[in-house]
């Protein structure tokens, strides 16, 4: 997945447990972890803007793109 979460890099900065960030949020800790871990598909904008509000951060903060071999474009999607 080309798409890397920096969550434990932040929540190190700003000296915050995870559990205390679900409880901000109103997400689970599970939910959290599987977003901290790399293994989530997908988040909610809502989440990502709650996330931002409580971690005092913009997006990018959390996310970054690193593109890898898989993600060139195909024929369909150069236009």
Do not use: W
């Amino acid at each position: 997945m080309p798409i890397r979460v920096h969550l434990d890099r932040v929540l190190l900065e700003r000296r915050m447990s995870l559990t205390e960030l679900a409880d901000r949020v109103g997400v689970t800790i599970a939910n959290l972890s599987i977003l901290k871990t790399g293994k989530a598909r997908a988040v909610r904008f809502s989440t990502l803007a709650a996330l931002c509000r409580e971690l005092d951060c913009q997006p990018g903060d959390l996310l970054l793109y690193e593109p890898g071999p898989d993600d060139a474009p195909t024929d369909d999607e150069e236009t």
